[in-house]
C-alpha cells in the first residue's frame, strides 16, 4: 500500500467511525461556537473598559492587554476542553463503547485539573509565536518553523493527558519520547486529512465566487450557502482529525491497529528511522504533524483506559 492509499484509507475509516457514531461532530460544533462566545465577551469589555482613546489616536489601555491575555487563555482552555471530549469519545467508540456527548464532557470534566495547565502552557506559546510574526519576514519565518516543530512535538499530548491522566509535564515528555522513538520521514496522514478538507472545502468557495459575480443578492444567497458549506467542512475535518488522534494514541500505546482501521498499514506511514534519531528539523513536514509508532508507550500504564 502507497503511502497515498494509506493517507486515503485512513480518511476513509475515520468517517466511517464518525458516521457511526455522529455524537462526536458535536465537539467542534460546541468548540466554534464557546470560541465565537469568548471572542465576542473579551471584545466587548475591550471596547467599555480597555481603550485608551485620551491621546491623539486610540490604543490599548493596560487593563485592555490584560482582558487580551485573558482572551488568549480562554480560548486556549475552549479549545483543549473540547477537543479532549472528542478525544474522550473517540476512544470509547474505538474499543467497543457506545459513546454519548454527555459521558464525554464528564471525562473532559474529570480531567480539568490536567486540561487547565495545558490551555495555560499552548496559551503562552501562541503568545510567544504572535510577537514573533510581528518581527518582519524573518520573525514570521521563525514563527512558523517553531509553530509547526510545537505541534509536532505536542500532537498526542492531550490524548496522553485524557487517557492516561497524568501531569502536563509527565504527558508533554511522553509525546516528545514518542516522536523520537517512532518519527518517520513520510508521515502522510495529517497531510491527507488537509487534502481532504481542502477538496470539501472548494464547493464552498466555488459557490461564494459564483454568488458575487450575480451582484449583492447571489452573494447573500450563493454566498451564504457557500459559507455553510465551507463551515460544515471545517466541523467533519476537525471531528475526522481528533478520531485520527485518538487511534493513532492507541496503536502506539498497544501496538495494534484499532478495529474500525483494521487493514491500515500504519507501519508504512510512520516508518521508525533506521538511526533511531528524529530526522532534525527538515522532518516536520506535515500540516500538524501526527506521530505513531508501536514502540512509544511500550511497557506503559496496562491498558490506559479511563472509566
Known amino acids: 500500500m502507497t503511502r497515498f492509499q494509506t493517507s486515503w484509507a485512513i480518511a476513509k475509516r ?62 486556549a482552555f475552549v479549545q483543549t476542553y473540547f477537543l479532549a471530549a472528542l478525544v474522550a469519545g473517540a476512544d470509547e467508540r474505538l474499543r467497543g463503547g457506545e459513546s454519548t456527548v454527555r459521558r464525554a464532557l464528564d471525562v473532559a470534566n474529570s480531567r480539568l485539573h490536567r486540561l487547565l495547565p495545558w490551555a495555560v502552557v499552548t496559551a503562552t506559546v501562541t503568545v510567544i ?6 518581527q518582519g519576514i524573518v520573525g514570521r519565518i521563525v514563527a512558523s518553523l517553531l509553530g509547526l516543530a510545537w505541534s509536532v512535538v505536542t500532537f498526542l499530548t ?47 468557495v466555488a459557490l461564494i465566487a459564483l454568488g458575487a459575480a450575480f451582484g449583492v443578492a447571489g452573494l447573500v444567497v450563493l454566498g451564504g450557502i457557500g459559507v455553510a458549506w465551507i463551515l460544515v467542512s471545517m466541523i467533519v475535518v476537525s471531528a475526522l482529525s481528533g478520531i485520527y488522534r485518538t ?59 479511563w472509566n
Open 158 to 204: 492531550i490524548p496522553i493527558l485524557v487517557i492516561e491522566d497524568i501531569g502536563v509535564g509527565a504527558a508533554l515528555r511522553r509525546s516528545k519520547d514518542l516522536l523520537k522513538q517512532t518519527w518517520g520521514e513520510n508521515i502522510i496522514g495529517q497531510g491527507g486529512l488537509g487534502i481532504v478538507g481542502f477538496l470539501a472545502m472548494l464547493p464552498g
Open 247 to 305: 487511534a493513532l494514541y492507541r496503536y502506539a500505546a498497544t501496538g495494534s491497529v484499532p478495529g474500525d482501521f483494521e487493514g491500515v498499514d500504519f507501519q508504512s506511514a510512520f516508518r521508525p528511522r533506521r538511526d533511531g534519531g528524529t530526522g532534525g528539523t527538515g522532518s516536520f513536514g506535515g500540516l500538524g504533524g501526527f506521530g505513531g509508532g508501536n514502540r512509544g508507550f511500550a511497557g506503559g500504564s496496562g491498558d490506559n483506559t
Open 129 to 134: 509565536l504572535n510577537a514573533l510574526e510581528r
Open 14 to 75: 475515520s468517517w466511517a467511525v464518525l458516521k457511526s457514531d455522529k455524537s462526536l461532530a458535536w465537539f467542534p460544533v460546541l468548540s466554534f461556537l464557546a470560541s465565537l462566545a469568548v471572542v465576542g465577551a473579551i471584545a466587548a469589555l475591550v471596547a467599555v473598559t480597555g481603550v485608551d482613546d485620551s491621546g491623539t489616536r486610540t490604543s490599548l489601555a493596560p487593563f485592555g492587554y490584560v482582558l487580551v491575555a485573558i482572551g488568549y487563555l480562554a480560548l
